[in-house]
C-alpha cells in the first residue's frame, strides 16, 4: 500500500471499525454514534481545519486518539489524583499499542508507526510541534463539542480548574481557537470559562 491517500484511508477504515465496538452511545448530528467513532472523527475535522496541512502521521494520531478507550473505564482506579493519573498513563500506552497493531497489520513501517505512537503519548509535548498541536486538537475538540454538557455533571469550581489546567497546556494558536468556539457555547459553560480564565489573568471576553 504505497499510495499516502489509499493508505491513510485504509488506516482511518481500520480505526473506525475497532471504535465502531464502542457500546456507550451518544445522539449527535441527527443520529446515534458509538461515542468513540464519534470522537475520532471529530478529531479528524478539528485537525483539518486547525492544521489544514498536517502530516501524514498527525492525521493518524489524531484518528486514534481515543481508540477502544471504554477497554480501560475511569472506574476502575480510585477516585483520586492518582487513580486518575494512573488510569490517564495506561489509557496512552493501550491506545499507542493497538493503533501500532492496526498499522502495522496495514504495512506501515515501523519508523511511522513509532512516529504516531510518540504523538498520541504527547511525548515532548511543548518541544514538539506536532505533539502541541494534536494537544491543541484535543482541548479544541473538547471545548466545542463535549464541554457543556460535562461542565453541568461536575462541580462548577473543578470545572474552572480543569479549564484553567487546559489553557495551560494549549499553544497561542490553541488559545484563539479556544476563544472563538468558547463564544458559542450556552452562557452557564461560557461563565465557567471566562472565570478560568479571568483566573488565569487572561483575556476572557469570548
Avoid at 489509557?91 to 497493531?101: C, D, F, S, V, Y
Wanted: aromatic content about 8%.
Amino acid at each position: 500500500m504505497t499510495d499516502p491517500q489509499n493508505r491513510l484511508a485504509a488506516a482511518f477504515a481500520a480505526f473506525d471499525a475497532a471504535n465502531a465496538a464502542d457500546p456507550t452511545v451518544v445522539h449527535a448530528e441527527g443520529r446515534d454514534w458509538p461515542k468513540e467513532l464519534l470522537y475520532a472523527r471529530q478529531m479528524s475535522a478539528r485537525l483539518d481545519r486547525f492544521a489544514p496541512a498536517a502530516s501524514e502521521v498527525l492525521r493518524l494520531a489524531a484518528r486514534c486518539q481515543h481508540i477502544r478507550r471504554w477497554e480501560i473505564p475511569r472506574d476502575a482506579y480510585p477516585r483520586d489524583r492518582v487513580g486518575y493519573l494512573k488510569w490517564r498513563t495506561e489509557l496512552k500506552h493501550m491506545h499507542a499499542r493497538i493503533a501500532g497493531e492496526i498499522l502495522a497489520g496495514l504495512a506501515f513501517d515501523a519508523a511511522t508507526i513509532g512516529r504516531v505512537q510518540s504523538l498520541m503519548k504527547k511525548e515532548r509535548l511543548k518541544q514538539d510541534p506536532e505533539a502541541q498541536t494534536l494537544e491543541d486538537v484535543v482541548c479544541l475538540v473538547f471545548l466545542e463539542n463535549w464541554f457543556a454538557e460535562f461542565s453541568t455533571q461536575h462541580d462548577p469550581d473543578k470545572v474552572v480548574d480543569i479549564v484553567a489546567k487546559t489553557w495551560v497546556k494549549m499553544s497561542p494558536a490553541g488559545h484563539s481557537a479556544a476563544l472563538e468556539l468558547a463564544g458559542g457555547l450556552p452562557p452557564a459553560a461560557l461563565a465557567l470559562v471566562q472565570r478560568a480564565l479571568a483566573g488565569a489573568g487572561k483575556d476572557a471576553d469570548a
